[in-house]
């Protein structure tokens, strides 16, 4: 029996394996700004999820905002080169699209709610093809950062589901506060940017170490997934 109606995804670590494109900009980022040996890609793969200025704030405390603004600022413009480029490598993860292909046949309601700007989510919705599996697509710069529960409240009230009858699904504790905090029930995913330990530590409702595995979080068979 179909135990949800509605899945949000997280995008960056969830949906696409986009860690070495990020961390790739953000070190060009951090060089121009003479900070390139303070951050190693551990480090931004612990704030992947958050928006650009708390990612900054949390990856360089002890600097000041003014700074924090300037390593955005050129993260956006090595970020949008590279992408211009096609030198980021963004795949998507193994069995993202048999499962968005089986949810949807299935008349699943699915949605985005990511850490990502509204412009860098179209363009990895484009690079992918999938502007059409989602009816409803929250970032970063149109609500509070995770894991404020706003992207999840709105995708509640735009697509009409209870919480009852919503699972978030991601790779970080932001992705999993952030449903925890709109009341939803939560799935993390063990491949993305942040260790079990740290996924552990915010009590996700259930796991999985592939995404062919949600369907049956679901309560759904989608066959020919494994």
């Keep these: 029996m179909r135990t949800f109606d509605l899945v949000i995804f997280d995008c960056d670590g969830t949906l696409v394996d986009s860690l070495a494109g990020i961390a ?6 951090l060089a121009d700004c003479g900070l390139d040996a303070q951050v ?14 708390q990612a900054m704030a949390s990856l360089l405390p002890d600097h000041d905002p003014n700074l924090h603004a300037r390593v955005v600022d050129r993260y956006r ?3 949008q080169r590279l992408a211009d480029a096609r030198e980021l490598d963004n795949p998507l993860f193994p ?7 089986g949810l949807q046949a299935a008349g699943m309601t699915l949605a985005v709610a990511t850490g990502k700007s509204r412009r860098g989510l179209e363009r990895t919705l484009n690079d992918h093809n999938l502007h059409g599996f989602f009816q409803a697509l929250k970032t970063a710069d149109q609500a509070p950062s995770k894991p404020h529960p706003a992207m999840v409240l709105e995708i509640l009230a735009e697509t009409g589901h209870p919480p009852a009858r919503a699972l978030m699904v991601g790779d970080t504790d932001f992705d999993i506060l ?5 009341g939803v029930t939560t799935c993390a995913v063990t491949y993305g940017c942040h260790a079990r330990e ?3 530590a915010a009590r996700p409702d259930h ?3 592939h995404m062919a595995e949600l369907p049956g979080v679901l309560g759904l068979e989608v066959p020919g997934l494994l």
Excluded: F, K
């Design 24 to 29: 790739a900009a953000a070190r060009l980022a």
């Design 40 to 53: 190693d890609t551990a480090a931004v793969a612990g704030v992947v999820g958050l928006n650009l200025d």
């Design 77 to 79: 413009h090595h970020y």
């Design 95 to 101: 069995g993202v699209r048999g499962v968005l292909n």
């Design 178 to 182: 952030m449903g925890r905090n709109a």
């Design 198 to 200: 740290r996924l552990a």
């Design 207 to 209: 796991w999985i170490d």
